[in-house]
């Protein structure tokens, strides 16, 4: 069974632009999670999605926004990019319930310049 | 408050050497579900053990242990006889019944020495 993926594996931008990222859960998994790892810190929750709808979110900015589409994969979208949302962008797929564990993809690297 | 907190931020041992990676949460729920992942220089994070609040039976895996107590709110992680490729991030996790997200530590960073 295909884990987590994600893509891109690296993307390079410049402060200002738009970053979309992609994230494509386990088969049968309908909530997916994004979290951002800066350099030398912990994950931070950004977004949560269940069948289509944005469940929660972290304490970002609305320019950290995205979606979920019918097949339950996601994009996260980070318009006006800064020098500080350079970190390891991780998606994560889970089934619904509480107290099922999430499983994580390998990541999208994001370097702002 | 921190609801999960990983003291250690960084542990360095040598090869073979027993290793406790500590983990104290905090919540008021009464129905929860503690988790261990491990995050190696690649960058996924790895699944290894999900417990919940009602069972507190520790658990060993190979060189693996946990160990659950809720009168402490901790969720210690013990490596036997650790090895190269032990070294990694570790982080615990927290999830509350109530609400769908799951809270983090902020990780300890395990080097084994050769």
């Given at each position: 069974?295909?884990?987590?993926?994600?893509?891109?594996?690296?993307?390079?931008?410049?402060?200002?632009?738009?970053?979309?990222?992609?994230?494509?859960?386990?088969?049968?998994?309908?909530?997916?999670?994004?979290?951002?790892?800066?350099?030398?810190?912990?994950?931070?929750?950004?977004?949560?999605?269940?069948?289509?709808?944005?469940?929660?979110?972290?304490?970002?900015?609305?320019?950290?926004?995205?979606?979920?589409?019918?097949?339950?994969?996601?994009?996260?979208?980070?318009?006006?990019?800064?020098?500080?949302?350079?970190?390891?962008?991780?998606?994560?797929?889970?089934?619904?319930?509480?107290?099922?564990?999430?499983?994580?993809?390998?990541?999208?690297?994001?370097?702002?310049? | 408050?921190?609801?999960?907190?990983?003291?250690?931020?960084?542990?360095?041992?040598?090869?073979?050497?027993?290793?406790?990676?500590?983990?104290?949460?905090?919540?008021?729920d009464?129905?929860y579900?503690?988790?261990?992942?491990?995050?190696?220089?690649?960058?996924?994070?790895?699944?290894?053990?999900?417990?919940?609040?009602?069972?507190?039976?520790?658990?060993?895996?190979?060189?693996?242990?946990?160990?659950?107590?809720?009168?402490?709110?901790?969720?210690?992680?013990?490596?036997?006889?650790?090895?190269?490729?032990?070294?990694?991030?570790?982080?615990?996790?927290?999830?509350e019944?109530t609400?769908?997200?799951?809270?983090?530590?902020?990780?300890?960073?395990?080097?084994?020495?050769?």
């Amino acid at each position: 069974e295909a884990g987590v993926t994600q893509s891109p594996t690296h993307l390079i931008k410049t402060r200002g632009q738009q970053a979309t990222l992609r994230c494509s859960p386990i088969s049968g998994h309908t909530s997916v999670y994004w979290y951002q790892q800066a350099l030398g810190l912990g994950l931070q929750f950004l977004l949560w999605y269940d069948e289509g709808e944005e469940r929660n979110r972290g304490n970002f900015p609305p320019r950290f926004s995205g979606r979920q589409f019918p097949n339950y994969s996601s994009e996260l979208n980070v318009n006006a990019l800064e020098l500080e949302d350079s970190a390891l962008y991780l998606c994560a797929s889970s089934l619904v319930e509480s107290e099922e564990t999430q499983y994580f993809g390998p990541g999208t690297r994001l370097l702002v310049l | 408050a921190q609801k999960v907190t990983q003291a250690q931020t960084e542990i360095s041992v040598v090869e073979k050497e027993d290793v406790t990676l500590d983990c104290v949460y905090e919540t008021r729920d009464t129905t929860y579900y503690l988790f261990w992942y491990k995050q190696p220089p690649s960058g996924e994070l790895v699944f290894l053990i999900r417990r919940n609040s009602f069972d507190e039976q520790n658990e060993i895996s190979g060189r693996y242990s946990w160990n659950f107590q809720k009168s402490t709110s901790s969720f210690n992680f013990t490596i036997t006889a650790s090895q190269v490729v032990d070294s990694a991030v570790y982080f615990c996790a927290l999830r509350e019944n109530t609400g769908n997200q799951f809270y983090f530590g902020t990780g300890t960073s395990l080097t084994v020495i050769p």
